[in-house]
């Protein structure tokens, strides 16, 4: 096989090539034996493997990461939900407080209200229904407390100087931020104003609700380990306490600033161990932020169940592809294998048939070479027998016994040359260096096919040239080339055609002989092949094709040559070169 | 009973005589010819009953000879004579009119039965 690995130019298919190249697909056209279907046998299975698992891959991690995105969109929507669940379900504790206080403000006057004994009893109702309110208080138009229903005795205390009593005085009602006040535990005021009109005057209730109340509402989300929930203020500080960010009053470090109008998610990475979700919720109507921080991101980690099943299902798959590319392979190498050896089988019948054929043209030569002797012995022999036989005086029949002895030993003499002959050209597959007269090989040679040019009337010219050097040759091979060669012509001419044979010097190192016929010619576009191998034009079973091969390999290996040419028509000049000293090279089969 | 007169074809001169001579000790009239002219003059001129002919002889192919005896006699039967076996050339001269054909070396009483037989057939037909 030749070498297929030659440099192509760029075209279109040079991805393929250099995929080829990098699993030297081609180089096993080069090793052979068994060792050649197995390297076939790993090269298709990898390019196979590579080609169907790529794409698993990517499909695999593709779906990954598309599952963990949808995980991960999934969770914050849940988060924000439950967020703005919290947020409402503080607003709507404010907002139920600031009804109640309005409610009262409606239904009691200020001066109902004043009667210490009046608020006690107000208190108490409402205190039963709403825990957490601390204590009530009725201020009046210049802040001066009037009455206090409460833990503590803060009747008479002047608020007028208070940045909430300020407030309240242009609007209808306030929540306060949480601070400590006179009491030194952290809670916040919610204070309604109510118009007297006709007095041109007001008044103002004022509850105050213990944070841990607030707490409550904040922490009702849903938290897990790590997790926290909280309110700051606008300024970040912590209106309730953090689990893990500080204590009522204190500043939350990592607040920013986010947009009012809805709820905002916002990642945060601090360090490998610290990462997860801040949740931004504005409360209505306070100057509020609730805040979770969500450090559980359980999109972060693929469920290990979507990952055992992924993995399972990219095993199966990879053990599926390789079992089928596996199977493929088998059956595809095997093909190769069987079609590769039927061609072998195909071949070695063409050389057995090619050999059978010339064989047979051999027989049939020899056979006929020899019958005819034979014949003649058989009926020389049968003449004297019958003589024998029909006669008592064998003295009068001496001198005609001797003539049909020797008419016997004459046949025998032509057989013996016949078998001679053969011999002589059984021994050829060694080269030989015999000192050679080229005229006499040649007019051996002929010897073999004078009879058949005969039959057909075919006009044998010998033009020998007188006293050409005798040449150190393979003589038996030598004679093969102009046994294939004259033989050819023989088949080329018609009945009463001429074959012409001449030698002649050509040069101090070179005999040249030339076997020139008129026969049919070859045609050009023939002319070309008639050197390889099984290329014949002659009739099945006649020609094997190999005759004008052999020649020209045989005359490569005593170092001349062979040359034709050719014209339809009119007939076919061969002419052999032939070394005086035939090359030195060492002997072998062709 | 009258001699069966027997024309014998075959270039090799030794082999025809030989066997010529054979076929007189065994009572047949025989002519020997060394090629195919000659061979036809004899025809033409002696009207042997039955020719043996050798397939390779010089001047004219063997069937061509047989096919040419038998256009001008056909009642003249041709037993063939063949050195090796061909036996495309065999079978052409059969469907060409030969009667028979014997192989070289020639067994002589194969070579006489095959020739009576001729004869027989000749009377008969």
Redesign the interface.
């Known amino acids: 096989m030749t070498e297929n690995n030659k440099p192509s130019k760029k075209d279109k298919k040079s991805f393929l090539y250099s995929l080829m190249n990098l699993l030297r697909l081609n180089a096993l056209f080069n090793t052979s034996g068994s060792d050649r279907y197995k390297g076939l046998k790993i090269r298709i299975v990898l390019l196979d493997a590579v080609l169907s698992l790529i794409p698993l891959f990517i499909v695999v991690t593709i779906s990954y990461f598309w599952f963990q995105q949808i995980l991960k969109d999934d969770f914050r929507n849940q988060l924000k939900w439950e967020i703005e669940n919290t947020k409402q379900s503080i607003e709507y504790f404010l907002d139920e407080r600031l009804s109640t206080l309005r409610f009262i403000t409606s239904t009691y006057t200020y001066e109902e209200l004043s009667d210490q004994k009046k608020l006690n009893d107000v208190f108490i109702k409402i205190k039963k229904e709403f825990p957490g309110i601390v204590d009530f208080g009725v201020i009046d138009a210049d802040g001066i407390q009037r009455s206090y229903a409460g833990p503590y005795r803060l009747q008479g205390v002047d608020y007028s100087n208070q940045n909430w009593f300020n407030e309240i005085v242009i609007r209808s009602s306030y929540i306060s931020d949480v601070f400590m006040g006179y009491r030194k535990i952290p809670h916040f005021a919610i204070a309604v104003k109510k118009e007297i009109p006709e007095k041109r005057t007001f008044w103002v209730l004022r509850v105050t609700i213990d944070v841990e109340t607030l707490k409550k509402y904040a922490t009702s989300i849903n938290l897990r380990e790590n997790d926290d929930a909280f309110i700051v203020n606008h300024n970040g500080i912590l209106q309730t306490t953090s689990r893990s960010h500080g204590n009522v009053l204190e500043t939350f470090k990592n607040f920013t600033a986010v947009p009012e109008e809805k709820t905002s998610l916002k990642d945060f990475n601090h360090s490998k161990d610290d990462y997860g979700i801040y949740g931004y919720a504005y409360i209505k109507n306070v100057p509020w932020i609730f805040v979770s921080v969500i450090k559980s991101t359980p999109y972060a980690k693929i469920p290990n169940i979507f990952r055992n099943e992924l993995f399972y299902i990219t095993v199966l798959s990879i053990l599926f592809s390789v079992a089928v590319t596996f199977m493929l392979t088998q059956t595809v190498v095997n093909r190769i294998k069987k079609s590769d050896q039927e061609r072998e089988v195909a071949i070695s019948e063409i050389e057995h048939s090619s050999k059978m054929a010339s064989v047979g043209r051999l027989a ?1 030569g020899v ?2 070479e020899i ?2 002797p ?7 022999a ?2 004297m027998k ?2 024998l036989e ?1 006669s008592e005086n064998l003295e009068k029949n001496k001198d005609k016994f001797l003539v ?1 002895l020797n ?1 016997i030993f ?2 025998v003499a032509r057989c013996r040359t016949v078998t001679h002959r053969l011999l002589g050209f059984s021994r050829r597959m060694d080269i030989s260096h015999d000192l050679t007269d080229i005229n006499d090989a040649i007019k051996e040679v002929i010897g073999f096919i004078e009879k058949e040019m ?2 057909r ?1 075919i006009k044998l010219v010998l033009n020998f040239k007188e006293n050409l050097p005798r040449v150190i040759t393979d003589k038996g091979q030598i004679q093969q080339v102009f046994l294939n060669i004259i033989n050819n012509a023989v088949d080329a001419v018609e009945e009463g055609g001429q074959i012409e044979v001449s030698s002649d010097i050509k040069d101090i190192n070179t005999i040249r002989v030339l076997i020139k016929d008129n026969g049919v010619g070859i045609p050009k576009d023939k002319l070309k092949h008639i050197f390889e191998p099984f290329y014949t034009t002659k009739e099945k079973d006649k020609g094997t094709g190999l005759g004008l091969s052999i020649s020209y390999g045989i005359m490569q290996k005593l170092g001349g040559m062979i040359l034709v040419e050719s014209e339809v028509y009119k007939g076919t000049n061969f002419i052999i070169e032939i070394p005086v000293a035939a090359k030195a090279v060492k002997g072998g089969g062709l | 009973m009258s001699q069966t007169k027997v024309l014998l074809v075959d270039d090799e001169v030794e082999f025809a005589s030989a066997l010529a001579e054979r076929l007189q000790l065994r009572n047949y009239y025989v002519h020997t010819a060394n090629n195919a002219l000659e061979a036809l003059g004899l025809v033409y001129k002696d009207r042997p009953d039955v020719v043996i002919l050798d397939l390779r002889i010089p001047g004219m192919d063997g069937i061509e000879t047989l096919k040419t005896i038998k256009k001008y006699d056909p009642s003249i039967e041709v037993i063939m004579l063949t050195g090796h076996g061909d036996v495309q050339s065999v079978q052409e001269g059969m469907t060409s009119g030969a009667f028979e054909y014997i192989m070289k070396p020639v067994d002589i009483g194969e070579l006489t039965s095959k020739i009576d037989k001729a004869q027989k057939k000749r009377k008969e037909g």
């Not at chain 1, 034979?374 to 020389?380: D, G, H, P, R, W």
């Open positions: 049939a056979a006929h019958n005819n034979l014949a003649i012995i058989n009926e020389k049968g003449l019958d003589i029909g049909l008419g004459d046949s005969l039959y009337n």
